[in-house]
């Protein structure tokens, strides 16, 4: 029998749409984002990243539930926290990947190699265009911050390989890295919320 699935919540940006708050540690819809995090993993194994100053705070408030807190002070976005996840922890079962701003009432159990999707509301984002994921304003579903890899050494290959020049690494890269070794199907993901700046979390309606 492999090895059990993973939830991994990113959170190691400067948070500058929050003002430098970690967005694990502000309220939205009468609960932190940590707890809707908690609640949406259920029973997966969970594990986070964030920076070393939001470290203490985000290690206390998780202590009962999530398995480790690891830092990264990188400056390579979301690609990067993950580079560094799957480099420090070798995990080799299924891999779910989160955003922190990414609200959901549970984390879908779909298996295989999917990347989540829901209407866009109305800003840049990743999604799917002619087979190839990239970064843009669409008008229809975008990448909501959720991601399942089915094979994690295949990931953690692909994160390798991608050049990293110091520099926010784009998540569509690695979406598309690994494309190329096993398809990932969009799936559309009912209940999503967004929690990513101000405004976004005024509108979060609790469940």
């Not at 986070?48 to 998780?62: L, T």
């Not at 994921?133 to 290959?157: K, S």
Request: hydrophobic share 40%.
């Amino acid at each position: 029998m492999g090895e059990r699935e993973r939830l991994v919540i990113l959170s190691a940006g400067k948070a500058t749409r929050l003002e430098g708050r970690n967005k694990l540690l502000v309220e939205a819809g009468g609960m932190s984002v940590l707890d809707w995090h908690r609640r949406s993993a259920g029973e997966l194994i969970t594990d986070i990243v964030v920076r070393s100053p939001d470290w203490a705070e985000v290690n206390k408030a998780g202590e009962h539930w999530v398995s480790g807190v690891l830092i990264h002070d990188g400056v390579d976005g979301p690609a990067g926290a993950l580079r560094h996840y799957v480099s420090h922890h070798w995990h080799n079962g299924p891999l779910t990947v989160i955003f922190a701003d990414t609200l959901l009432p549970s984390i879908p159990t779909h298996v295989g190699s999917w990347v989540g999707v829901a209407p866009n509301p109305g800003r840049v984002w990743d999604y799917q265009h002619d087979w190839t994921w990239v970064r843009g304003v669409p008008g229809g579903n975008v990448c909501i911050g959720l991601y399942r890899f089915e094979n994690t050494d295949a990931l953690r290959q692909v994160l390798a390989d991608i050049p990293n020049y110091g520099q926010e690494t784009p998540m569509v890269d690695v979406l598309n890295e690994y494309e190329k070794i096993y398809h990932m199907r969009s799936v559309k993901i009912d209940g999503w919320q967004d929690a990513g700046d101000f405004p976004a979390i005024e509108k979060v309606k609790g469940l």
